[in-house]
């Protein structure tokens, strides 16, 4: 018993010794494993961030990227060639693209050679809260006339004014701003909404000419096929009439009427101004400014409208002997033809009435007139035709006419009145008050 005690302890003893020496093998094993593994793992992200040879890419296949020859170029003996880096694509410019870019580069050329002296700015009009206008727009409802050096603000929205850029220019410019109201944001939707039902509400039984439904519709068509903005701004001024809350906007509205009016006629060879809507812009014109006693603009905006009718051939419209070359292509429905014949008869009022306050002579000689008579509001309203008698023979009496018609023989009959009255004739005798003819 006493020797199995030394030899346990000896055996504890050569036990303790040896465990140091094994743990110090494992640790190197394990530090030997991590090693291999990092570099391993090197490898890989190497081989994962190297891009595929361009042989591969074009293939569109998998390229194990080992250099300096993948395995695929290797079986098929191609030439194995690596990018150094990526290659980002090139965008190229789709030909819409490249026309706008052009487009803008022209503008603004124009635009610089234009110069700021053409840009005017000009004192906004309050506005009440009753109009129920959009504020952005109501900045920018401007007074047009006035020039910087009457101490407008700084800080209102310059206007543009039309004849800032000549459409010998840049042809495509003035059609395009010109045509789609660039020099000054347009009124919001609901205002015009408004202000077109005030004018066929309360003015269309005066100047019956523009058809409601057509008129309305044609707002919502693409802006080529629109009416002219200087007959939309002329029926907005007139409406804006008939509203206390709206009278601020008809003097803004009413120049900018004639702005664009006056813009179009400097546009190409004057066919950008001989239409029928024309004729009817500048015939509201006329009419706003007899509302405003302004009678000398009046008489010019009205003779305007005269002169573009009889190029357009509206007091023959029923001639039987028509030009070879006629100016308007033919009416394509009982509409057209219709609102032709009303477009010339509220000229004819107009210039009736117009030298019958003034005393200046009449535009129009009821003699040249081959163009029957107005149909009824009804027959105008559903585009049905209606046979209708001419000037000289519902004069006669005898003949049925319609409403429109009568207020056309008021406004003769009143004119001849008038002439007779003040026109002097040799022998008439107008001392002789006792036994003289009258």
Request: overall charge negative; proline content about 7%.
């Amino acid at each position: 018993m006493a020797h199995e005690i030394p030899l346990r302890a000896g055996s504890s003893s050569n036990s303790n010794e040896y465990m140091p020496s094994t743990g110090r093998s494992s640790q190197g094993s394990m530090r030997e494993e991590e090693q291999e593994d990092e570099q391993t793992s090197q490898r890989l992200s190497v081989i994962n961030t190297m891009l595929s040879c361009f042989q591969c890419r074009a293939r569109k296949a998998k390229c194990d990227r080992l250099k300096p020859n993948c395995s695929r170029c290797v079986r098929l003996g191609d030439k194995c060639m690596f990018p150094n880096s990526r290659q980002r694509r090139l965008v190229r410019k789709t030909k819409p693209a490249a026309a706008l870019e052009t487009r803008v580069a022209r503008l603004e050329e124009i635009l610089m050679q234009s110069g700021l002296p053409d840009m005017v700015l000009s004192e906004p009009i309050s506005l009440g809260d009753e109009a129920g206008l959009d504020m952005d727009w109501a900045q920018d409802a401007t007074n047009i006339n006035q020039s910087p050096s009457d101490g407008a603000p700084s800080n209102v929205i310059p206007v543009i004014q039309p004849t800032a850029v000549s459409s010998q220019e840049d042809p495509f410019m003035m059609h395009e701003l010109i045509g789609l109201g660039q020099f000054e944001q347009l009124p919001p939707s609901h205002l015009t909404e408004r202000l077109a039902d005030l004018f066929f509400e309360e003015l269309h039984q005066d100047l019956p000419m523009l058809h409601r439904a057509r008129y309305v519709t044609s707002l919502h068509y693409p802006a080529h096929m629109r009416p002219p903005l200087s007959l939309q701004y002329a029926v907005w001024a007139l409406a804006a009439t008939t509203r206390q809350e709206f009278a601020h906007l008809a003097m803004p509205f009413y120049e900018r009427s004639r702005r664009y009016a006056d813009a179009d006629e400097m546009k190409g060879q004057g066919e950008y101004f001989t239409t029928i809507a024309h004729t009817q812009c500048w015939c509201l014109i006329a009419t706003y400014e007899s509302h405003q006693l302004l009678f000398s603009r009046a008489s010019v905006s009205l003779s305007k409208s005269v002169r573009i009718a009889q190029m357009l051939g509206l007091h023959r419209l029923d001639s039987p002997k028509q030009p070879t070359d006629p100016p308007l292509p033919p009416p394509a429905n009982s509409f057209e033809i219709e609102e032709r014949r009303r477009t010339w008869w509220v000229i004819f009022c107009s210039d009736r009435f117009v030298s019958g306050i003034t005393g200046w002579p009449a535009l129009v000689n009821e003699k040249d007139i081959e163009t029957r008579l107005p149909a009824s509001d009804d027959a105008f309203d559903m585009g049905t035709e209606e046979a209708t008698p001419w000037l000289t023979a519902a004069l006669q009496g005898g003949t049925l006419y319609s409403p429109f018609a009568g207020k056309v023989l008021t406004a003769h009959t009143f004119h001849r009145t008038l002439e007779h009255t003040f026109r002097s004739i040799p022998n008439d005798g107008i001392e002789d008050i006792a036994d003289g003819p009258y």
